[in-house]
C-alpha cells in the first residue's frame, strides 16, 4: 500500500508513469461559468491536466463537479470561459467534437443503451462497417471480445442487452468503451460507486496502466478515500467555485476533507476562488 | 466450433423431457415471442376455419386476407421505428388519404395532359411523386417533432386534422377515378398478380437467398471463432423456412381466376377453352409483393444500418445516444420521413384496389397500423421491436376482421372483439416480457 503511494506521488525524472509536465497541458480550462435558469452551476473555474497526471476533482454533491466535466465532454455548452487541448484552444460545443480531440467520458449514469448489446454499445456512434456500408456486427464483436477480456476476463454475455448485466459488467463495458479509441484525456465521473472491493481494486489498476501510457485522467468523486491513494493532485469544489488544488504529497486526507466540507485552504495547497476567507 | 456444439447438446441432454422444447428454442436461437405469435395466428385461422364451416383456409381466402393486410402491413414497418423512439404517429391515416388523393389528382388530371393517356411514365411519375410528397410532410412533422419539441402526439394529432383537411381541399372533396392502369397493378387482383410461374421462380429465389445467407453468416461467425449454432439447428431452421416458402407459393398458386376472368382473357389473346375451363392461377399479389419487400428493405435497415442502431439506441437511452455523439434530432426527422414516405406507398396500394381515391381513403388506418406494431411486440416505452413482428401483427388484425366477416359478424360487433383482442394482446405481452427480465 505504502509502495504504491510512493509510486505514485514521487514524480522522479524518467519514472514510469511520471506526469510529464514539459509540453503544453493536455487540458486547461480557464474561468469556465456555465448558469442553469439563475443558478450559478460553475462559477469561473480553472482546471488544468498533465499527461499521465490523475487529477481528482471532489466535492460534495451539487458541488459543480460533474457540470464542468461534462462542460469539458461536450454534455453542455459552458456561458463563458476557454478550453485548450495540448496548448491549442478547442471548440468543443458538443460530445462528437470532445471525442474528436480524444477526450472520452465514463459518466456516472454510465450513459450505456439498455436495449442492445455490449459491442454495440461500444461502438455507438462509431461503428464498423463492411464494404458495403452496413454494420459490421461480427467485426464489432471481435473487438469487444479482446477488450473486454482485458478488463474483465470472465464476461461472456457479449450476445444479451447489457440491462441483463450485473453493475460491474455493465461499469467494465462503460469503461472499454472508453479506452477503445485510443483517448488521450479520460474523464471518470464516480467510477467505482456501483462496484465491489475486487472490482474497484481493478479500476484502481487499469488507472495505473492508462497512467503510463501518458493518457490523463480526471476522477471525479464525492468520497475521498476512492480517489486519494490514485491521484496526482486534488482539486476541490463547492458551491460551484474551485476552492483549491494540491499536490496530494503536500496535504493529509484530513485537510482535503477540511476544504471539501468547510472551503478551508491548508497551507499545502493553491488556493482558488472558492476558498473561505479567514 | 466441436466445442459450441457438444456444448449445447450437452446442456440439452441435461434436462431431457420438458427440456427437450427449451433446448430446441436455446440452439436454433428462435425468439420464442415470435413463436407464439405464430401460434396465436394459427390457432385464430383454424378457430375460422372450423366456424365458418371450412372456408377460411381456403387458397382463395388466403390470398385476399394477404392483399388485405399488405397496406397496414407496409405502414406497420416504419411504425415500427417511429414508437421505438419513443414517439407515436397518429397521422399516417391523413397522411394516406391526403398522398393517396394527390397521386390520383396526377395520374387522372394532370399528367394524362402532359404525357397523353397511356404513357408508361404515368404510373412511375405517380408513386415517386407521391411517396416524395409523403417524405416531405414526415420530414415536416418530424422537424417540429425533433427541433422544436414539440411531443409527437400533439404534432401528429394535428397532422391527422391538416392533412385530412388537405385531402379534402385538393379536389374540393370530389371522389377522383379511374386511375391509371398500370398503377392499378399495384392493387393486385387478376391481372395485378405475378401468375404461377414467376411465383414459383420467385419462390426458388427466396429459398437460394434464405440458403446462401445461413451459410454466409455461420462462415462469419466460424472467422471470428465465435460459438455457432449446431449444425442440425441450422438446417431445421433452412427447412422450416423453405416450407414455409414454398407452402405460400402453392397456396398463391392454387387459387385460380374466377371463369368469367379467364374466358375474357382467353378471347382477348385467342386461347381456345380447353374443356373444364382455363385455369390461371393467381400467384402473389403485387401488393404483397410490395409488402414482402418492404419488409425485407426495413428488417435491414433496422438491423443492418447505422441509422437503424442509432434508432434502437436512441429509444434505449436517448441521453446515451446523444452523449454517444448520435445527431438525435436529425434521426428522429428521417424516421419521420420514412413513415410518410411509407403511408404514400400505402396510399398507391390502397387507391390502387379500390381504383379511386376518396375524402375517407385511410380513416382510421393509423390505429390499425399502431395497433398492428403493438401486437407485434414493439414496446410502446420505446428500444424494442421488430419489423417482421409488426407486419405479422397487422396479419392477425386482418385474420380477425376477416374472419369475422366470413362468419356475418355484425360490423360493430366487429369493432368491439378487435379493440378486446387487442388490449388482452398488449396485456399477455407485458406479463410475458415482465416474466421474462
Same mark, same amino acid.
Given at each position: 500500500m505504502s509502495s504504491t503511494m510512493e509510486a505514485i506521488t514521487?514524480?522522479?525524472?524518467?519514472?514510469?508513469g511520471a506526469v510529464d509536465r514539459?509540453?503544453?497541458?493536455?487540458i486547461d480550462m480557464r474561468d469556465i461559468s456555465i448558469a442553469f435558469g439563475g443558478i450559478h452551476?460553475?462559477?469561473s473555474a480553472s482546471v488544468d491536466l498533465y499527461p499521465g497526471e490523475v487529477v481528482a476533482l471532489l466535492g460534495h454533491n451539487g458541488a459543480g463537479k460533474s457540470t464542468l466535466i461534462k462542460i469539458l465532454s461536450g454534455a453542455y455548452k459552458r456561458d463563458a470561459g476557454t478550453i485548450h487541448v495540448r496548448g491549442e484552444e478547442a471548440a468543443i460545443s458538443n460530445p462528437r467534437d470532445a471525442k474528436a480531440y480524444g477526450i472520452e467520458t465514463i459518466y456516472q449514469t454510465l450513459a450505456?443503451?439498455?436495449?442492445?448489446?455490449a459491442a454495440a454499445n461500444l461502438f455507438l456512434g462509431r461503428e464498423i462497417l463492411t464494404?458495403?456500408?452496413?454494420?459490421d456486427d461480427a467485426a464489432m464483436e471481435a473487438e469487444a471480445r479482446k477488450v473486454m477480456g482485458r478488463l474483465?476476463?470472465?464476461?461472456?454475455?457479449?450476445?444479451?442487452?447489457?440491462?441483463?448485466?450485473s453493475g460491474g459488467q455493465r461499469q467494465s463495458v462503460a469503461i472499454a468503451r472508453a479506452i477503445l479509441f485510443n483517448a488521450k484525456i479520460l474523464i471518470m465521473d464516480?467510477?467505482?460507486?456501483?462496484?465491489?472491493p475486487q472490482e474497484t481494486a481493478q479500476v484502481g489498476e487499469l488507472i495505473k496502466e492508462l497512467k503510463k501510457d501518458g493518457i490523463g485522467i480526471f476522477l471525479i468523486s464525492h468520497d475521498i478515500h476512492d480517489v486519494f491513494d490514485l491521484a496526482d493532485r486534488v482539486i476541490v469544489m463547492k458551491n460551484g467555485q474551485i476552492v483549491g488544488g494540491a499536490k496530494t504529497g503536500d496535504v493529509t486526507k484530513d485537510e482535503v476533507l477540511g476544504m471539501i466540507i468547510l472551503g478551508k485552504c491548508p497551507p499545502g495547497a493553491t488556493p482558488g476562488p472558492g476558498a473561505m476567507v479567514e | 466450433m466441436s466445442q459450441a456444439t457438444s456444448g449445447t447438446t450437452a446442456g440439452a441432454a441435461a434436462t431431457p423431457g420438458g427440456g427437450g422444447l427449451k433446448g430446441f428454442i436455446r440452439a436454433t436461437e428462435v425468439d420464442t415471442r415470435m413463436l407464439g405469435m405464430v401460434g396465436a395466428l394459427l390457432v385464430i385461422w383454424l378457430v375460422f376455419h372450423v366456424l365458418s364451416g371450412g372456408i377460411f383456409l381456403t387458397p382463395r381466402n388466403l390470398w385476399n386476407l394477404t392483399v388485405q393486410t399488405s397496406s397496414i402491413a407496409v405502414m406497420a414497418t416504419g411504425m415500427v421505428l417511429v414508437i421505438v423512439t419513443r414517439n407515436i404517429d397518429l397521422s399516417v391515416g391523413s397522411i394516406l388519404g391526403f398522398t393517396g388523393m394527390a397521386m390520383a389528382a396526377l395520374q387522372a388530371q394532370i399528367l394524362p395532359g402532359l404525357l !397523353?393517356?397511356?404513357?408508361?411514365f404515368v404510373w412511375i411519375i405517380t408513386l415517386l411523386g407521391g411517396i416524395l410528397v409523403g417524405v416531405v410532410i414526415g420530414g415536416l412533422q418530424g422537424y417540429v417533432i425533433a427541433y422544436?419539441?414539440?411531443?409527437a402526439f400533439i404534432v401528429t394529432l394535428g397532422g391527422l386534422l391538416v392533412w385530412r383537411g388537405g385531402a379534402w381541399w385538393l379536389t374540393s372533396g370530389r371522389t377522383v377515378a379511374p386511375l391509371d392502369d398500370t398503377f392499378r397493378?399495384?392493387? !393486385?387482383g387478376a391481372t395485378g398478380s405475378l401468375g404461377e410461374t414467376w411465383t414459383w421462380v420467385l419462390a426458388l429465389a427466396a429459398c437460394v437467398v434464405v440458403a446462401v445467407s445461413l451459410v454466409l453468416a455461420r462462415r462469419r461467425r466460424l472467422s471470428f471463432g465465435f460459438p455457432l449454432r449446431p449444425i442440425w439447428a441450422e438446417a431445421t431452421i433452412g427447412a422450416i423456412v423453405f416450407v414455409a416458402i414454398i407452402g405460400a407459393a402453392a397456396i398463391v398458386n392454387a387459387y385460380k381466376w374466377p371463369s368469367a376472368i379467364a374466358r375474357r382473357y382467353a378471347t382477348a389473346n385467342g386461347i381456345e377453352m380447353p374443356e373444364g375451363g382455363l385455369q390461371i392461377g393467381y400467384g402473389v399479389a403485387v401488393p404483397v409483393l410490395l409488402a414482402i419487400v418492404v419488409g425485407i428493405v426495413m428488417t435491414f435497415v433496422a438491423r443492418r444500418t447505422r441509422f437503424g442502431r442509432y434508432v434502437f439506441a436512441i429509444g434505449g437511452n436517448p441521453e446515451a445516444a446523444e452523449l454517444a455523439g448520435i445527431n438525435t434530432r436529425w434521426v428522429l426527422v428521417k424516421v419521420f420521413m420514412l413513415m410518410g414516405g411509407l403511408a404514400a406507398l400505402g396510399a398507391a396500394i390502397s387507391t390502387a384496389r379500390l381504383n379511386a381515391a376518396t375524402n375517407?381513403?385511410?380513416?382510421l388506418d393509423e390505429l390499425y397500423v399502431i395497433a398492428a406494431a403493438v401486437i407485434g411486440g414493439?414496446?410502446?416505452?420505446?428500444g424494442a421491436g421488430t419489423i417482421i413482428g409488426a407486419m405479422l401483427g397487422a396479419l392477425v388484425m386482418q385474420s380477425l376482421q376477416s374472419g369475422m366477416v366470413l362468419l356475418g359478424v355484425d360490423s360493430p360487433l366487429q369493432s368491439i372483439v378487435v379493440g378486446i383482442v387487442l388490449v388482452i394482446a398488449v396485456w399477455i405481452d407485458t406479463t410475458y416480457r415482465r416474466r421474462a427480465a
Open positions: 514521487d514524480h522522479g525524472p524518467g519514472h514510469p514539459s509540453g503544453p497541458a493536455l452551476a460553475v462559477e450505456l443503451a439498455d436495449n442492445v448489446d464494404a458495403w456500408g452496413t454494420l474483465n476476463p470472465n464476461f461472456r454475455r457479449f450476445k444479451e442487452p447489457v440491462k441483463a448485466l464516480e467510477p467505482t460507486a456501483a462496484l465491489g | !397523353g393517356f397511356d404513357s408508361p422544436l419539441g414539440v411531443p397493378l399495384m392493387g !393486385g375517407a381513403l385511410g380513416t414493439t414496446s410502446l416505452a420505446g
